[in-house]
């Protein structure tokens, strides 16, 4: 570039007097520096010179959030603000559309408004979330989101209808992040094109069970609170999986320990017995976490019908898994031909001084239904109490011993 002459939509000054050196950038620059800033910061900047009198309304990022950028604002105090913002921002393409607010007093009438005119704007990625004491509720006519170009979508605070999470009007999704939402009222998550899916904390139907239908899944972490746990249809491409069931699951039978009872009238059994609910959608995966609590109803259940795990090479799983009388541990280690690590949490609290134990073993001493590729299997746990040493008296009947880790 020849001298004197500053780039192409930059303000001149001069750097030997220390002018003004963010003025000196491109507008495009400043723009996406604008996208980081919480709207009512980017806006302002319209008094500083007529230059950025309209730069913040084509930055490709609009953040709906409170002062520091991290904090919800309340619905209340940005309500008109948002319409007049989006009314005078004009259609300039958005890359990223974040609403994060707070209150009792959220009209999803206007954030419906808002979203439809993100995704109008071509928007890419979509974060929205409503927290507080009161989920934000969709009606059950909320039509299901329609883009083209949308490919993260994250999603905390909502209670779902029925249709919303199914997401075949967005071809290119590829990151679908759900938290502290209900589901108690989806059918289905369903999305051919979705890569990735993490739902935490997650309150589901008590009565019925929701499906995930995502073939071309590559990772999936999935947390049960409450409710029945989802069906999970099958996932050929799976490579890392995390699955946590709690306590308050609905995933129970009184008269059976595999939900098989013949009542008819009972709800917690599940009609049909050959049918897989969990294992069998994630047996395709590499990488798996299996945290269950005592009761491991549907892990239980899963496990007469226990698929191959032909691609497994890393498992972890709690102290539930490792009852000894059960044996649902050896279970799935006979169904993992190429497993090369175990892990095993153990009665581990963070709060506790955690302490770590490594196998050891001669793989030609392993029974042979146990992988003869496994390389390590560690123990980490709270301390050692009679509930450890069972377990590790199970595993010494594998040929595995301990010693401590430093």
């Known amino acids: 570039m020849p001298t004197g002459k500053a780039p192409k939509g930059a303000w001149q000054a001069s750097p030997a007097s220390g002018g003004d050196r963010i003025g000196a950038l491109p507008d495009e620059i400043l723009r996406h520096v604008l996208s980081f800033l919480p709207a009512q910061q980017a806006v302002q900047t319209c008094v500083l010179t007529q230059r950025w009198r309209h730069l913040w309304k084509s930055a490709p990022g609009l953040r709906i959030v ?4 991290k904090a919800p604002v309340p619905f209340e105090e940005v309500r008109e603000f948002v319409d007049s913002l989006l009314l005078l921002r004009g259609s300039s393409p958005l890359e990223t559309f974040e609403l ?58 909502l209670v779902f209808n029925e249709d919303f999470l199914d997401f075949s009007r ?5 990151d679908l992040q759900i938290k502290d939402c209900s589901f108690n009222h989806a059918k289905r998550i369903s999305s051919l094109s979705l890569r990735h899916l993490s739902i935490k904390r997650a309150t589901f139907n008590r009565s019925s069970r929701a499906r995930i239908l995502a073939p071309n899944l590559a990772s999936l972490f999935l947390q049960v609170t409450a409710g029945r746990t989802p069906v999970l249809e099958k996932m050929p491409l799976l490579v890392k999986s995390s699955l946590a069931i709690c306590e308050v699951c609905k995933d129970c039978c ?55 795990f032909n691609q497994l090479k890393s498992l972890t799983l709690n102290e539930n898994w490792c009852v000894p009388d059960e044996h649902p541990l050896a279970c799935i280690l006979q169904h993992s031909p190429v497993l090369e690590e175990l892990i095993l949490f153990l009665y581990f609290k963070m709060e506790e001084d955690c302490v770590g134990m490594k196998g050891r073993f001669n793989p030609k001493e392993l029974p042979p239904t146990i992988s003869s590729h496994l390389k390590g299997v560690k123990i980490i746990c709270g301390g050692i109490d ?19 880790v430093e």
């Not at 409170?66 to 950028?69: F, I, L, P, S, T």
């Not at 967005?170 to 590829?174: D, K, S, W």
């Not at 008269?255 to 009609?271: F, L």
């Not at 009679?386 to 401590?404: D, Q, R």
Request: include cysteine; charged fraction near 25%; proline fraction near 4%.
């Open 170 to 174: 967005c071809p290119e999704l590829q």
């Open 66 to 69: 409170g002062a520091d950028g």
């Open 254 to 308: 009184s008269r059976s320990n595999y939900g098989d009872c013949g009542d008819e009238s009972c709800g917690g059994c599940i009609r049909d017995d050959s049918a897989s609910v969990i294992l069998h959608g994630m047996s395709q995966a590499k990488s798996l976490v299996l945290i269950a609590f005592p009761d491991m109803f549907i892990f239980r259940r899963d496990l007469r019908l226990c698929p191959t």
């Open 100 to 157: 994060k607010v707070a209150g009792a007093a959220v009209e999803f009438r206007h954030v419906r408004l808002w979203v439809r005119y993100a995704v109008q704007c071509d928007v890419q990625v979509l974060r929205l979330s409503f927290l507080g004491d009161t989920h934000a509720r969709l009606r059950p006519d909320d039509p299901p989101l329609a883009s083209r170009h949308l490919t993260k979508l994250e999603l905390r605070g």
């Open 386 to 404: 009679g509930n450890v040493l069972k377990v590790l008296k199970f595993l010494s009947k594998l040929n595995i011993s301990f010693s401590f």
